[in-house]
């Protein structure tokens, strides 16, 4: 079955710290993968995506992401998080074929310590 | 360029009435989207629509929910009669087309059913 999943529901770090988070999916090709990040009372907004091509990919607001077909995995990655940064992140996946639908993981949050 | 736009930001209703929700997509968009999250979980997607036809309404619940896109452009999402489950934050987002292109969300309105 298609599925993706966000083994982290909550993360903590220090304002300063490295941050990864994970995504996994289940899918028998490659699907197109996205990371949203999510504000309180905000809409989605896009922090980058992977199509095809170069694995580490470059999003805004410093931070990258990296697609390893080994592992069905597509993690997020900083290497500096800031107090602005926290705030809820969903990895999204488009299983090319049958429709093309966007579907999300469940988020995880992330909390800064100053 | 301006945004996908939706109203009401918040609505409160008691259960069994009706409400409707409303979406204005993104220019030149042929895709429009209407996502549920529920309090802590990611997006499910209700249904999805491409130009004024639908593609996917599979987790629709047929029986109360109802959506439609005039012409091909804006988008109304109906719920009648209203159940206590229902509380969540309805988003709308829409994309240049169905091909896995970036999807750009709207704030979404904030439905609580009391």
């Known amino acids: 079955a298609q599925s993706v999943t966000q083994p982290d529901i909550h993360i903590t770090v220090s304002e300063g710290a490295s941050l990864e988070l994970r995504c996994n999916y289940s899918?028998?090709?490659?699907?197109?993968l996205f990371w949203y990040v999510q504000s309180p009372g905000q809409g989605l907004q896009l922090l980058l995506k992977y199509f095809s091509g170069d694995t580490l990919v470059q999003g805004i607001k410093g931070f990258e992401a990296e697609f390893k077909r080994s592992q069905s995995s597509f993690n997020l990655r900083k290497p500096s998080v800031h107090w602005s940064d926290a705030a809820e992140y969903f990895c999204?996946?488009?299983?090319?074929?049958?429709?093309?639908?966007?579907?999300f993981g469940t988020g995880t949050q992330l909390k800064v310590e100053l | 360029e301006a945004g996908v736009a939706q109203s009401p930001r918040y609505k409160i209703i008691e259960k069994r009435q009706s409400v409707a929700f409303w979406c204005n997509p993104i220019?030149?968009?042929?895709?429009l989207y209407w996502y549920q999250q529920i309090l802590g979980q990611g997006p499910k997607l209700l249904i999805q629509f491409q130009n004024n036809g639908v593609v996917d309404d599979s987790q629709l619940p047929k029986d109360r929910f109802s959506a439609e896109r005039l012409k091909g452009v804006d988008s109304t999402l109906k719920i009648q009669p209203a159940k206590l489950e229902d509380s969540a934050v309805y988003l709308c987002?829409?994309?240049?087309?169905?091909?896995?292109?970036?999807?750009?969300f709207g704030q979404g309105t904030r439905l609580t059913v009391v």
């Open positions: 987002a829409s994309s240049l087309d169905r091909g896995g292109t970036e999807a750009f």
């Open positions: 999204a996946v488009v299983f090319t074929g049958g429709g093309n639908k966007l579907t």
């Open positions: 220019s030149g968009h042929a895709t």
């Open positions: 899918y028998g090709a490659t699907p197109y």
